[in-house]
C-alpha cells in the first residue's frame, strides 16, 4: 500500500513524450493566468473559499475575514447527521456577514428530505441546492448558484451519470457560482472535471467559481474566454490540433484582462489526507 500512494509522478520529460501539445499547451495556460489581469471595482468584495474539510474544521487553520464565506461542500466525512450538525455549527460561529454553504458527494444526511426538521436550527447559513440566493454587499448585489453535483464515482450522495450532465438550470445572472466538482480540465486532475460544467461556464461566464472535490488539484485559475481560451479547452479535450497551440501562445502574450477566477479550495490535501490547508481569498 505505501508504494502506491508514494509512486513517483511522472517526470516532465515522460509528459512531454506522452502528449507535446497538451504538455506545451498546459505551461503556456498557466503562464498566462499568472499574467492576467483583473477587472477592478470601486468596492470591493472579499470572499473566503474552503471546500473539502471532511469533519476536520476544528484543524484547518484560521479562516480570514471576508464579507462571504463559501463552503463548497463535503463538510464531514461519514455524512451522518450528528457529524453534519457539528461541522453546521464551527460554520455558523464563523463571524463573516454572510455564510454560503452546499452539500458534497461525502454529505449523505444533506440528502435526505427531512434533515432540516432534525437539525439544529441555524439562521445565519444560507443553504443551496440547486438553487439561488442575492446578497447585498458594499451596494453591490450578487446573485450566488450552488449545485451540490458531481459525476458519478462509486455509491457517494448527489451523483449523475458522467454522460447526461445537466447543467442549464444556472441562471445566466449568475455572478457566484459555487459546485463541489470543477469543470473539466481547469484544477481538476487528469480531465476528471465535468465537460457539462465547463460549456455551462462558457455560456454563464461569472465573476467567480468556487469548488473542490479533487484534493490534489487545490488552486486558483483565471479565464478570459478568449479565443485562446477555447483553443486551450480543445487541446485539453483532444480535439485540438496545433494551430490552436499558436494562438493559445499568441493570446498569452496580450495579457488581457480576465472575466472569471477559478477556484478549487479543497482545504485536505496529500496522499492521505494528513495536510490541513487554509482558505483561500478572493476579491472581486
Not at 456577514?97 to 444533506?110: E, F, S, T
Not at 453535483?149 to 455572478?175: C, M, V
Not at 457539462?196 to 474566454?225: K, M, N, Q, S
Request: glycine share 8%; with cysteine.
Amino acid at each position: 500500500m505505501d508504494a502506491l500512494f508514494d509512486r513517483r509522478p511522472p517526470s516532465s520529460l515522460e509528459l512531454f513524450v506522452a502528449n507535446p501539445l497538451r504538455f506545451l499547451a498546459e505551461h503556456i495556460y498557466r503562464w498566462s493566468c499568472k499574467h492576467r489581469r483583473g477587472i477592478i471595482h470601486d468596492n470591493l468584495i472579499r470572499v473566503v473559499c474552503i471546500s473539502d474539510t471532511h469533519g476536520y474544521h476544528d484543524e484547518i487553520p484560521p479562516l480570514p475575514s471576508g464579507d462571504i464565506l463559501i463552503h463548497a461542500g463535503d463538510l464531514t466525512q461519514s455524512g451522518t447527521p450528528q457529524e453534519l450538525s457539528k461541522a453546521l455549527e464551527w460554520f455558523s460561529e464563523q463571524p463573516h456577514q454572510y455564510k454560503v454553504y452546499i452539500a458534497g458527494n461525502h454529505d449523505r444526511a444533506l440528502s435526505e428530505s427531512d434533515i432540516f426538521a432534525t437539525l439544529p436550527s441555524f439562521p445565519n447559513l444560507i443553504y443551496l441546492e440547486e438553487t439561488s440566493a442575492t446578497v447585498t454587499i458594499n451596494e453591490r448585489k450578487l446573485h450566488i448558484y450552488g449545485s451540490p453535483l458531481t459525476p458519478k464515482h462509486g455509491s457517494w450522495a448527489f451523483q449523475y451519470e458522467r454522460e447526461a450532465a445537466e447543467w442549464s438550470a444556472i441562471p445566466l445572472d449568475t455572478n457566484i457560482l459555487v459546485t463541489h466538482g470543477p469543470p473539466a480540465h481547469h484544477l481538476d486532475l487528469n480531465g476528471t472535471g465535468c465537460r457539462g460544467l465547463l460549456d455551462a461556464l462558457w455560456r454563464v461566464r461569472p465573476t467567480l467559481h468556487v469548488f473542490g472535490h479533487i484534493h490534489a488539484a487545490r488552486g486558483v485559475e483565471r479565464l478570459d474566454w478568449s479565443d485562446a481560451q477555447a483553443s486551450y479547452d480543445r487541446i485539453c479535450s483532444g480535439i485540438g490540433n496545433w494551430k490552436d497551440l499558436v494562438r493559445l501562445l499568441f493570446g498569452a502574450l496580450q495579457r488581457g484582462e480576465h472575466r472569471t477566477v477559478l477556484v478549487n479550495a479543497a482545504s485536505l490535501g496529500g496522499f492521505r489526507d494528513e495536510q490541513r490547508r487554509g482558505a483561500i481569498v478572493v476579491d472581486i
